[in-house]
Every structure is written in structure tokens, then in C-alpha cells.
């Protein structure tokens, strides 16, 4: 099995796709923003991120749903285009290959959402977004189990973090919960986002 190659010096292209990723971060304030112009108010805890794309009030009156939906497809394509930038970076293996192909469906999910948002075309939101719970935790696990080797605990603890990403999902999908529907959903997608800007941050460095 190849040694992820992952303190060799990047190449630009490599590095452009560690920028890409280390900015990702930024859409936290993005649905700050767009919650604070809900009209009514909005829940972290209870209700979801798709609520905030809604283009009708039927619901949720999001006036800055334009903005949420153009961070769901913007935000998704910098993580498709890091990953395959990147690809290499974690090793050259069937796991990397598919840690690769995770990445690109998770970042091609979650920018198809901003072009059907939930309110709109629930079905095929759901069809799209689905995808997304399965391939992020997965791809947590196994970017923890590409670097574990050279950081054991760094490994070991996104290795924990996509197990419990996986479990949040599960929850989220199944439960239909009627309170704290948001904040399951969030603990599901929100670490993806720190997780590739560190590892970002990281390849800048090496």
C-alpha cells in the first residue's frame, strides 16, 4: 500500500486546491446572514439549512434565499474542484480513489441543492441532498485512515468525527425529527467544512 504522500512539497495546482478548501469555512457566516433576515426568526436547532433556501414563505420566509443558494452551489463546487486538485495527496490507492470520488459527489450534492431548493422541488431536493449525508461522513472516516499513519491522533479523531457525522445522518434521514431537526442536520454537514480547511491549511504548509 502506497505512504500517503502527504509532506511532500504540493504542486500549484495542488496548492490551488488547498486555497479552494481552506476558504469553505466562510459559509458558516454565510447562513448567519441569511437566518438573521428570516422573517419571524430563525432556529439553529430546529429547522433545517435547506429551510433557509426556500423561495416561497410557505414555511420559512427566507428574503435571502438567493444568497443561501448560491452558497450551497458555490461552497459544493470548491469542494469538488479541491478534491480533484488534490487528488494524489492522500495516496494513490484504491481507498484515495475512492476518498477522491466521495468528496466529488458530496461537493456535486451539495451544490445541486441550491439549484432545487426544497420548497420548490422537494422530491427531487431530497434525491439530490441524499448523497450528501452518505458520502461526507465516509469521507471523514477515510481521510482519518489516510493520515493515521504519519498522525495517529489526528487520524484517529476524524476517524471519530465521521463516524459520528454517519450517525447524525442516520438520525436526520430516518427520525424526521420535529425538534432539533437543524441541529442534528448540522452536526451531520458542519465539521466537513473545518475538516478540509485544516487539511487545506496543512497542504499550504508542507
Do not use: K
Not at 27 to 33: D, G, R
Not at 66 to 92: C, E, I, K, Q, S
Amino acid at each position: 500500500m502506497c505512504e500517503p504522500p502527504i509532506v511532500s512539497t504540493p504542486t500549484p495546482g495542488q496548492r490551488l486546491g488547498a486555497l479552494l478548501w481552506l476558504v469553505r469555512p466562510v459559509y458558516y457566516l454565510v447562513e448567519v446572514v441569511v437566518a438573521g433576515a428570516v422573517v419571524g426568526g430563525y432556529s439553529f436547532v430546529d429547522l433545517t439549512v435547506s429551510d433557509l433556501g426556500s423561495v416561497t414563505c410557505t414555511d420559512v420566509c427566507s428574503p435571502r434565499h438567493p444568497l443561501m443558494n448560491l452558497a450551497f452551489v458555490g461552497f459544493g463546487l470548491l469542494m469538488a474542484l479541491g478534491a480533484v486538485l488534490l487528488h494524489g495527496r492522500f495516496g494513490t490507492d484504491l481507498r484515495a480513489r475512492v476518498l477522491t470520488a466521495l468528496l466529488i459527489l458530496a461537493g456535486l450534492g451539495s451544490a445541486a441543492v441550491g439549484l432545487v431548493p426544497v420548497d420548490a422541488h422537494p422530491g427531487l431536493h431530497v434525491l439530490v441532498a441524499t448523497p450528501v449525508f452518505v458520502a461526507q461522513p465516509l469521507a471523514v472516516a477515510l481521510l482519518g485512515l489516510a493520515i493515521r499513519d504519519r498522525h495517529p491522533m489526528t487520524g484517529a479523531a476524524l476517524v471519530v468525527t465521521g463516524v459520528v457525522m454517519a450517525i447524525a445522518a442516520v438520525g436526520f434521514v430516518a427520525l424526521d425529527l420535529d425538534h432539533g431537526a437543524g441541529a442534528v442536520e448540522r452536526v451531520a454537514l458542519w465539521p466537513v467544512f473545518v475538516v478540509l480547511a485544516l487539511l487545506g491549511r496543512a497542504q499550504l504548509r508542507a
